[in-house]
């Protein structure tokens, strides 16, 4: 049984979880509209992986007999500043994630929940992965200064990028 606490700060990292596939399917489609295509393949498979993030969480909630209360998902952005931005913005993302993920451990700790607890470790291994990821693109994006021809030499190499479901 989740306390409603728990129950609560779940769902919301449910939502935000979908909230993220949304913004990053955004960018996938920014990227398809200039022509870049394997740079939106990365946001698409990106967007793929945060679905599957949200849905881990819906059947852990449903696992425990709790109440997943799913809710409006808000707008993303639309409008990106440059490519390089997109980066900025997803690395930046990924970090409110991971402090999201350690206050829910936190709670979890606090309250003794040891099946959430259990559960949560897999999100924050993910996140050093989704970090590093997410960095590491970035720093090639600075790299090539976020345009020229650097970009359609990234665009060959996130066009690699596959979705397959992270490990449990
Ligand atoms: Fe669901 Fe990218 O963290």
């Not at 740079?39 to 425990?64: C, G, P, R, T």
């Not at 980066?87 to 003794?112: G, P, Q, R, Y």
């Amino acid at each position: 049984m989740l306390s409603e606490k728990l129950q609560n700060e779940l769902n919301t990292q449910m939502n935000s979880e979908f909230f993220a596939e949304y913004e990053y399917l955004s960018m996938a489609a920014y990227f398809h509209s200039m022509n870049l295509d394997g740079f939106a393949n990365y946001f698409h498979v990106q967007s793929q992986e945060e679905h599957f993030h949200a849905m881990k969480i819906f059947h852990f909630i449903l696992d425990k007999g709790g109440k997943a209360d799913l809710q409006q998902i808000a707008k993303p952005n639309t409008e990106f500043k440059s490519p390089l931005s997109v980066f900025e913005t997803a690395l930046e993302h990924e970090k409110k994630v991971t402090k999201a993920i350690n206050k829910l451990m936190d709670e979890a700790i606090s309250e003794n929940d040891h099946a959430v607890n259990s559960f949560l470790r897999w999100y924050i291994d993910e996140q050093v992965e989704e970090e590093s990821l997410a960095g590491k693109a970035l720093a090639k994006m600075q790299i090539i200064k976020g345009q020229g021809e650097g970009l359609l030499i990234l665009d060959q190499e996130f066009a690699q990028r596959t979705f397959a479901p992270p490990k449990e």
